[in-house]
């Protein structure tokens, strides 16, 4: 396409030296063709004396003579007239003569080279795209980048056929393609809570090494191991609490990352008003051009026609004066038998073709002036409307270049958005599964926390219970100066010593439950929101205490029903014993003082009548 418009390039120079030597050249045309006419109408000036010679043979011969060389000079006047550097025809004329609008600055020129080095940045931007190890992950985004490289690749191949700046073009996609690249980049939720996963499931397998040890603990009666693996638990569960929140934050931090690509569609929207600008534009000077091409087809039809009239008047014109000189040279040797009588007339004859000759001279500049400038426009209207043409198909290239580039950038946001879309369901998804798995782990931290609780206020009611028994064991002792005070006494403080303690694992316990309780607030919010349904924790809790405390007092009435039948067997043989003690009574009054008698013992007074007292 270049080769085809490579003489484009030679038109309108505007150099000063190049004018100088044009300038030059057609002074010394004008000169050769001045000196052609001179000489033809000198000629004729001598044709002209002989016509009022009086030597009539010799002068008849002359004038054959000079009639054959007024023909060779006449023939040499029309072929070698030249007006080919005489300036007849430029631009601006064209312009203003067939009305066009755009002017050279406007159009593309032959020597024009396209810049598409930013097309060639672009492609190979995406295949370092294509090398990135995150392009299948959730969406694909193999095909839409493989896609990119071809219509990239099909830009190019337009362009280096052309005269396109592309700048402008290759910046569009720029900013869609940083967003595929941080989109490739954001972090696989996957990948970064296998870690957590794994650690969860280490504590996990602790926390059932951890319940049996306890389980084989209470069947076997050692309360205290028991009571230590359960703070084991407890401290588990709470790592695992914090290892779910750690799994809130990841997703989080994960969701952060995506969140900035649900505005993809304000990029595609300004890209396609970048490229819809740059369409626009082309359309109008595509549409300019094709105007004024039409204007110049219009322009050379009518110098086609007005050039065929020219040629056929001239022709016309020159066939008389062929007729009109072989005329008059057989009116000559008409006139040269009729000498005497004629000479006048031969005179008038050979000044009118002195006239004629003069006519044609003039006539045959006008002739070649008119050729050279219908050359000179032919040449202009071929070289502009070379260029029109150049215009109007780089045009055409932009356009399909333009559209090409919509197309990759429209299949990378869509890319991009189907990413978002799917990252963010996944997101939600597994977020509602971590809020169930933070519902089953906060349910066995709130249910081992409770226990402990229950069990510790239990142990509070024994200790206070046992302080009052030794406290009254010690007013006791106290009472009767017993020697056991100082074992009650210190019983007594090493109780108190041991209820602060138990008193300050209760509220530390309990701070712990209720902190449990406020952390699982927003994932309690969450499943509810969800239409998740469960038993709270701490209703089963309080089922579980009413179940225990049900299951004790039953154990406690059946304890208590023993010690009724023994304490009724006591008071049986109580009874029965005072019984033994009134029927043996009597007996001891008869003999008096001791019961069984004393020899020693002085006789007690019986009072009158013989009547005990």
Same mark, same amino acid.
């Given at each position: 396409?270049?080769?085809?418009?490579?003489?484009?390039?030679?038109?309108?120079?505007?150099?000063?030296?190049?004018?100088?030597?044009?300038?030059?050249?057609?002074?010394?045309?004008?000169?050769?063709?001045?000196?052609?006419?001179?000489?033809?109408?000198?000629?004729?000036?001598?044709?002209?004396?002989?016509?009022?010679?009086?030597?009539?043979?010799?002068?008849?011969?002359?004038?054959?003579?000079?009639?054959? *060389?007024?023909?060779?000079?006449?023939?040499?006047?029309?072929?070698?007239?030249?007006?080919?550097?005489?300036?007849?025809?430029?631009?601006?004329?064209? %312009?203003? &003569?067939?009305?066009?609008?755009?002017?050279?600055?406007?159009?593309?020129?032959?020597?024009?080279?396209?810049?598409?080095?930013?097309?060639?940045?672009?492609?190979?931007?995406?295949?370092?795209?294509?090398?990135?190890?995150?392009?299948?992950?959730?969406?694909?985004?193999?095909?839409?980048? +493989?896609?990119?490289?071809?219509?990239?690749?099909? =830009?190019?191949?337009?362009?280096?056929?052309?005269?396109?700046?592309?700048?402008?073009?290759?910046?569009?996609?720029?900013?869609?393609?940083?967003?595929?690249?941080?989109?490739?980049?954001?972090?696989?939720?996957?990948?970064?809570?296998?870690?957590?996963?794994?650690?969860?499931?280490?504590?996990?397998?602790?926390?059932?090494?951890?319940?049996?040890?306890?389980?084989?603990?209470?069947? +076997? @009666?050692?309360?205290?191991?028991?009571?230590?693996? %359960?703070?084991?638990?407890?401290?588990?569960?709470?790592?695992? &609490?914090?290892?779910?929140?750690?799994?809130?934050?990841?997703?989080?931090?994960?969701?952060?990352?995506?969140?900035?690509?649900?505005?993809?569609?304000?990029?595609?929207?300004?890209?396609?008003?970048?490229?819809?600008?740059?369409?626009?534009?082309?359309?109008?000077?595509?549409?300019?051009?094709?105007?004024?091409?039409?204007?110049?087809?219009?322009?050379?039809?009518?110098?086609?026609?007005?050039?065929?009239?020219?040629?056929?008047?001239?022709?016309?014109?020159?066939?008389?004066?062929? /007729?009109?000189?072989?005329? $008059?040279?057989?009116?000559?040797?008409?006139?040269?038998?009729?000498?005497?009588?004629?000479? /006048?007339?031969?005179?008038?004859? @050979?000044?009118?073709?002195?006239?004629?000759?003069?006519?044609?001279?003039?006539?045959?500049?006008?002739?070649? *002036?008119?050729?050279?400038?219908?050359?000179?426009?032919?040449?202009?209207?071929?070289?502009?409307?070379?260029?029109?043409?150049?215009?109007?198909?780089?045009?055409?290239?932009?356009?399909?270049? =333009?559209?090409?580039?919509?197309?990759?950038?429209?299949?990378?946001?869509?890319?991009? *958005?189907?990413?978002?879309?799917?990252?963010?369901?996944?997101?939600?998804?597994?977020?509602?599964?971590?809020?169930?798995?933070?519902?089953?782990?906060?349910? %066995?931290?709130?249910?081992?926390?409770?226990?402990?609780?229950?069990?510790?206020?239990?142990? %509070?009611?024994?200790?206070?219970?046992?302080?009052?028994?030794?406290?009254?064991?010690?007013?006791?002792?106290?009472?009767?100066?017993?020697? $056991?005070?100082?074992?009650?006494?210190?019983?007594?403080?090493?109780?108190?010593?041991?209820?602060?303690?138990?008193?300050?694992?209760?509220?530390?316990?309990?701070?712990?439950?209720?902190?449990?309780?406020?952390?699982?607030?927003?994932?309690?919010?969450?499943?509810?929101?969800? @239409?998740?349904?469960? &038993?709270?924790?701490?209703?089963?809790?309080?089922?579980?205490?009413? $179940?225990?405390?049900?299951?004790?007092?039953?154990?406690?009435?059946?304890?208590?029903?023993?010690?009724?039948? *023994?304490?009724?067997?006591?008071?049986?043989?109580?009874?029965?014993?005072?019984?033994?003690?009134?029927?043996?009574?009597?007996?001891?009054?008869?003999?008096?003082?001791?019961?069984?008698?004393?020899?020693?013992?002085?006789? &007690?007074?019986?009072?009158?009548?013989?009547?005990?007292?």
């Amino acid at each position: 396409i270049n080769a085809e418009y490579m003489g484009a390039s030679d038109f309108g120079m505007g150099d000063s030296q190049v004018d100088e030597i044009t300038l030059e050249a057609a002074r010394k045309q004008k000169i050769h063709n001045l000196k052609l006419k001179t000489a033809c109408l000198e000629n004729e000036e001598y044709i002209q004396e002989l016509h009022v010679s009086d030597w009539s043979e010799n002068q008849k011969a002359k004038l054959a003579a000079a009639h054959e *060389k007024a023909a060779e000079l006449l023939s040499a006047v029309e072929i070698g007239t030249k007006w080919n550097l005489t300036q007849a025809y430029d631009l601006p004329k064209l %312009m203003r &003569v067939c009305g066009l609008e755009m002017g050279q600055r406007e159009l593309y020129k032959p020597e024009d080279k396209p810049q598409f080095m930013d097309i060639i940045g672009l492609k190979k931007t995406l295949q370092e795209l294509k090398q990135n190890k995150n392009k299948t992950r959730i969406v694909s985004f193999t095909a839409v980048i +493989d896609s990119a490289i071809a219509k990239t690749e099909k =830009i190019e191949e337009e362009l280096r056929r052309s005269q396109l700046d592309a700048t402008q073009l290759a910046q569009v996609p720029v900013v869609t393609l940083k967003q595929v690249e941080d989109i490739m980049n954001v972090t696989n939720v996957q990948t970064a809570l296998s870690n957590t996963e794994d650690q969860i499931k280490v504590i996990l397998n602790q926390i059932e090494k951890v319940t049996e040890i306890q389980n084989v603990a209470l069947s +076997d @009666g050692e309360m205290q191991v028991a009571e230590e693996q %359960m703070y084991t638990k407890v401290q588990l569960l709470e790592r695992l &609490v914090e290892l779910i929140k750690m799994k809130f934050g990841i997703t989080k931090t994960v969701k952060d990352e995506n969140s900035p690509f649900a505005r993809v569609h304000e990029t595609q929207k300004k890209c396609t008003q970048e490229t819809t600008q740059m369409k626009d534009a082309k359309k109008r000077l595509k549409q300019r051009c094709e105007t004024d091409l039409k204007h110049i087809h219009d322009a050379i039809q009518k110098a086609d026609l007005e050039d065929a009239e020219a040629m056929k008047r001239f022709a016309t014109q020159k066939d008389k004066s062929e /007729r009109f000189l072989q005329d $008059n040279l057989e009116k000559q040797d008409e006139c040269w038998r009729k000498i005497q009588d004629l000479e /006048r007339q031969l005179q008038k004859l @050979g000044t009118e073709r002195f006239e004629e000759i003069k006519r044609r001279i003039e006539e045959n500049d006008r002739e070649e *002036k008119r050729k050279v400038e219908y050359q000179q426009f032919l040449e202009v209207v071929s070289q502009h409307k070379k260029l029109l043409e150049l215009t109007v198909y780089n045009c055409d290239v932009a356009l399909r270049c =333009i559209g090409l580039t919509e197309e990759f950038v429209a299949e990378c946001c869509s890319a991009i *958005k189907a990413r978002h879309d799917k990252t963010n369901a996944e997101l939600e998804d597994l977020t509602l599964d971590v809020h169930k798995e933070y519902l089953e782990f906060f349910r %066995m931290l709130y249910l081992a926390l409770g226990n402990l609780i229950y069990k510790k206020e239990k142990k %509070m009611e024994n200790l206070d219970r046992n302080i009052r028994t030794s406290h009254i064991q010690l007013e006791f002792c106290i009472e009767t100066f017993d020697a $056991n005070a100082k074992k009650h006494s210190d019983e007594k403080k090493q109780l108190y010593m041991i209820r602060a303690q138990t008193e300050e694992e209760l509220a530390m316990l309990k701070e712990k439950q209720a902190q449990a309780g406020e952390d699982f607030k927003d994932s309690e919010a969450a499943l509810i929101a969800a @239409g998740i349904e469960f &038993v709270h924790p701490a209703d089963e809790q309080t089922e579980e205490q009413l $179940n225990r405390r049900s299951k004790m007092v039953e154990y406690r009435a059946h304890l208590t029903k023993q010690e009724e039948v *023994k304490i009724a067997a006591e008071r049986e043989e109580i009874k029965r014993a005072k019984q033994l003690k009134e029927s043996r009574s009597p007996t001891r009054s008869l003999i008096g003082g001791s019961p069984y008698g004393s020899p020693t013992s002085t006789p &007690v007074r019986q009072p009158i009548g013989g009547i005990s007292p």
